[in-house]
C-alpha cells in the first residue's frame, strides 16, 4: 500500500522560507514521478513542481519559478520542497502526490501572513 506523508507546514511571515517534506513508502520511489500541488482557500488545485518520470527533470510553476527547489531523498523516499520569498499568495494546503497523481498525500497547511 502506498502512503504519502506531508510535513512542515506553518505559520510564516511574507518573505520567510519554509521547506515541506513528504515520506513516502510502497512504492518505487526513485523512478517514480513525483509533484507538489497546492489547493489556496476557495480555489482549485494547482500544480507547483515536480520530477518526470524518471525522477531526474524538475519543472516549476510561472508563479514559484526561482523561489522554490524541488529535490528528492532515494535513500529516504522523501520528497522535499523549499520555499523561499513566500508570499501571501503562497498559503494553501499543499499535497505532495506520487506517479501519474496517482496517490496523494493528506496535505500540509502553509499559512503566509504578516
Known amino acids: 500500500e502506498v502512503q504519502l506523508v506531508e510535513s512542515g507546514g506553518g505559520l510564516v511571515q511574507p518573505g520567510g522560507s519554509l521547506r515541506l517534506s513528504c515520506a513516502a513508502s510502497?512504492?518505487?520511489?526513485?523512478?517514480?514521478?513525483m509533484n507538489w500541488v497546492r489547493q489556496a482557500p476557495g480555489k482549485g488545485l494547482e500544480w507547483v513542481s515536480g520530477?518526470?518520470?524518471?525522477?531526474?527533470?524538475?519543472a516549476y510553476s510561472d508563479d514559484v519559478r526561482g523561489r522554490f527547489t524541488i529535490s528528492r531523498d532515494n535513500a529516504k523516499e522523501t520528497l522535499y520542497l523549499q520555499m523561499s520569498r513566500l508570499k501571501p499568495e503562497d498559503t494553501a494546503v499543499y499535497y505532495c502526490?506520487?506517479?501519474?497523481?496517482?496517490?496523494w498525500g493528506q496535505g500540509t497547511q502553509v499559512t503566509v501572513s504578516s
Open positions: 502526490a506520487l506517479g501519474a497523481f496517482a496517490y
Open positions: 510502497g512504492s518505487t520511489f526513485s523512478s517514480d514521478a
Open positions: 520530477y518526470n518520470t524518471n525522477g531526474l527533470t524538475t
